[in-house]
């Protein structure tokens, strides 16, 4: 019987190499917020072990969490969101949907691919949250063919340390992730994946995301 196991996902994300922590060399969000680390969930679809893992969670918590009889479609977020909501549609049985970022620009102009009726209810999947910026885009499109969306999944989530609620709490979007920073600090630490040194620079960011951005040459977002 499946329970969610956040460290279980955390260790699988390690085990890929999935968690890059590169401080010399910072990573640039969405946002341009300025990062010393990254995780990359695209690296999941390569991994059919890993990816079983992933979706088994996901559909867990979709069925204990969110009820699968409460959703109408699934769509993924242009692009990384797109297998996931692709492999999560079939197993709830369930249509599937993409968006883009923005419409296509030529044919039929969409910036979303399948069919649906207005008043669906739809769950947005994406690969992974920091600041929540890209998921009210794809939200907002939802929104304005008149689907009715209230949640959305993704495998991890860029919680900052001493951060309370969730990102899309104003947008009445309940957010729900598989882990998060804490889960992956935890099971580095305890399995010795990552130096002292790493996991220092990762706290030092996570303690005060905007700053160390600041610091780094980023904008204080």
Request: hydrophobic letters at 45%; glycine letters at 8%; aromatic letters at 8%.
């Amino acid at each position: 019987m499946t329970t969610l196991d956040p460290s279980a996902v955390a260790a699988a994300l390690l085990d890929i190499q999935a968690v890059h922590i590169r401080p010399e060399q910072p990573f640039t969000f969405t946002s341009g917020r300025i990062s010393p680390v990254y995780v990359d969930c695209r690296k999941i679809i390569a991994f059919p072990a890993t990816r079983s893992l992933i979706l088994d969670q996901m559909t867990h918590l979709i069925r204990q969490q969110i009820g699968a009889d409460q959703i109408d479609a699934v769509a993924g977020g242009e692009t990384a969101g797109i297998p996931y909501a692709a492999w999560i549609a079939d197993r709830l049985d369930k249509p599937m949907l993409y968006v883009r970022k923005k419409p296509k620009g030529f044919g039929r102009n969409a910036q979303i691919e399948g069919a649906f009726d207005p008043g669906a209810r739809v769950l947005l999947v994406e690969d992974l949250a920091t600041d929540g910026g890209s998921k009210r885009v794809f939200v907002q499109a939802l929104r304005d063919a008149e689907a009715v969306v209230t949640d959305t999944l993704v495998v991890f989530f860029y919680q900052a340390a001493g951060a309370s609620g969730g990102p899309l709490d104003d947008i009445g979007v309940r957010l729900w992730s598989l882990a998060t920073w804490a889960d992956i600090l935890r099971v580095a630490e305890d399995s010795g994946r990552k130096s002292s040194a790493e996991l220092a620079e990762v706290r030092a960011f996570l303690g005060n995301p905007a700053a160390w951005s600041k610091a780094h040459g980023g904008p204080e977002i």
